[in-house]
């Protein structure tokens, strides 16, 4: 059974920093492109990072310089480190999972809300 538990979300002020985890079980977490998206009241869910099992990241250009993602292999876990949060990053923030079209796969959500 494939799980991706996130972690980590929470209130912050303006300017603050969070950082979440994703811990996935019941795949080969290597092999996989691992995917930060997130989902705002009223607005469609968007990507916000990426990271292929090779290390390569992408980003939205809303948060570039602002958030990081990693992942550690070795712990079956992705990470979102989010720098000078904006009030507009509050959303759900979901982790996903990604090998071909018939094996991707989405965490539960974990709520951010930044207050200005």
């Known amino acids: 059974q494939v799980q991706l538990v996130e972690s980590g979300g929470g209130l912050v002020q303006t300017g603050g920093s969070l950082r979440l985890s994703c811990a996935a079980s019941g795949i080969t977490f290597s092999i996989h492109t691992m995917g930060w998206y997130r989902q705002a009241p009223g607005k469609q869910r968007e990507l916000v990072a990426g990271i292929t099992s090779r290390g390569a990241t992408n980003y939205a250009d809303s948060v570039k310089g602002r958030f990081t993602i990693s992942r550690d292999n070795a712990k079956n876990t992705v990470y979102l480190q989010m720098n000078s949060l904006k009030p507009e990053d509050t959303a759900v923030y979901y982790c996903?999972?990604?090998?071909?079209?018939?094996?991707?796969?989405w965490g539960q959500g974990t709520q951010v809300t930044v207050s200005s």
């Open positions: 996903n999972a990604d090998l071909i079209a018939t094996k991707n796969y």
